[in-house]
């Protein structure tokens, strides 16, 4: 049995350990609605009688003990009594989900999220489960998903996926907000600094979080050597352009290097080891594996407070798989969900993704540049910002806005050097 196998039994294991002990809990939770009930019954006529004259109660218990039969309420005291119940019942039933949901916050291991999944109704630990092995720890991670997602990854039924998306966007208010508000949310997103002020410049003071950059450029034009920058510089205080918090690496070609983390980290005066620490790595051996790989980071996200996740690079294993034109819709489609999972990921957890694009030769193309990013509009449509690189002299290197919303097409000049990107 594989370790992931293994990880897999364990936590079918703890689970159903899991489920027991809140079988026993919701048995015990019954009990305790029943005794609720007693207790109330027993209250509520007490009071009702006390509202009555003290004789004519006397008399109608001896003439209940006399025939023992059960007195009959009016209608009024069967309401009262039928309210009491009521409140008893849901007072009852918050204290049991209040001593069973640190068992299921246990089993998501959504305990750094801002509202527990399992705080919804009707989400039990098997679809809180499912919902995690798709990336979603969130309940705005759902309610930014679509009835597809959910079908297709987390294995929910049509309808039960649309309810619970609706669910989520009230909860989360996913509704229209004026401009003004938008203005304002947009003023307060957090950037890295690049650790070079041109580099910055071109990326509006850094790259942005909550969306998506894309470096794409021939080989040897600097996009690993970026990434691996941005990884040291996130966790410089805010003060010095970072955001004093950690990076996920998805490192898909073999390519990530701690020696250059060292190197630059001592450029920063930062401890290289400790620089290390706060980068997880994950080599990605295939595409589904970068896909899943992505989903694991949605889950460690917060605990880990990582807030740049890296993509190196997002599309080489797609082009390589997928091979020959019949192949190419499902290639697309597959990336497709890829990339905008990521784009969740970078709003559900307020996080930078920067991916790495490689460029293909046009042969069709005979004037201006023969190349272009892979990907094609899928890839050009979803990542919000695209900066293209190319070389120049020596180690000197020229970065070039392509497409933003919001960024002017410009260009600027950066080196590549023993400790890191500075300016060219
Ligand atoms: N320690 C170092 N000192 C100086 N320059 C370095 C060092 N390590 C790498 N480089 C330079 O970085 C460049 C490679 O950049 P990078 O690895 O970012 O390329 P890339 O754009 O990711 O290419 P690919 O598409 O092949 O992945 C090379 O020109 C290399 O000379
Ligand atoms: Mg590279």
Do not use: W
Request: hydrophobic share 35%.
């Amino acid at each position: 049995m594989s370790k992931k196998e293994e990880k897999v039994e364990e936590t079918k294991k703890e689970a159903s350990t899991k489920k027991t002990d809140t079988k026993a809990k919701t048995d015990s939770l019954d009990d305790l609605v029943e005794d609720a009930y007693q207790s109330v019954m027993e209250e509520s006529v007490k009071e009702t009688k006390g509202d009555k004259n003290a004789d004519k109660e006397e008399k109608v218990e001896a003439k209940e003990k006399k025939t023992e039969k059960p007195k009959k309420l009016s209608k009024k005291e069967q309401k009262e009594l039928d309210e009491a119940t009521r409140q008893a019942k849901i007072k009852a039933l918050e204290e049991a989900a209040l001593s069973t949901r640190s068992d299921i916050d246990v089993l998501a291991q959504d305990d750094a999220m801002e509202i527990p999944i399992s705080d919804l109704p009707g989400v039990g630990p098997a679809t809180t489960l499912k919902l995690k092995d798709a990336g979603l720890t969130s309940i705005r991670g759902i309610a930014l998903s679509s009835v597809k997602e959910l079908v297709d990854n987390a294995d929910l039924g049509d309808k039960t996926a649309a309810k619970l998306i609706k669910l989520c966007q009230e909860q989360v208010g996913l509704t229209f907000s004026t401009a003004d508000t938008l203005y304002t949310e947009r003023l307060a997103l957090d950037r890295i600094t690049t650790g070079s002020d041109n580099l910055d410049e071109l990326f509006g003071d850094g790259i942005e979080t909550e969306s998506i950059t894309e470096l794409f450029g021939e080989f040897r034009t600097g996009k690993t050597q970026i990434a691996h920058q941005l990884c040291v510089t996130v966790q410089l205080p805010k003060e010095r352009g970072g955001l004093g918090a950690n990076a996920a690496y998805i490192d898909t070609e073999g390519t990530f290097r701690p020696e250059r983390i060292v190197e630059m980290a001592e450029r920063f005066g930062l401890d290289p080891k400790q620089v290390l620490q706060n980068i997880t790595v994950g080599r990605a051996y295939t595409s589904d594996h970068q896909v899943n790989l992505a989903k694991e980071i949605a889950t460690l996200a917060r605990g880990k407070n990582i807030r740049l996740v890296v993509v190196d690079s997002l599309t080489s294993h797609f082009r390589a798989e997928y091979i020959g034109r019949g192949t190419l819709a499902s290639r697309q489609q597959n990336l497709n969900q890829h990339i905008h999972f990521l784009l969740k990921l970078a709003e559900m957890h307020h996080v930078a993704v920067l991916v790495t694009n490689q460029v293909m030769s046009r042969p069709d193309f005979f004037f201006g540049d023969p190349t272009a990013p892979v990907g094609g509009n899928i890839v050009a449509h979803s990542c919000t910002t695209r900066v293209y690189l190319r070389k120049s002299k020596q180690t000197k290197r020229v970065a070039r806005i392509v497409d933003s919303p919001n960024l002017p097409e410009v260009e600027t000049v950066f080196e590549i050097l023993s400790d890191g990107i500075h300016d060219g």
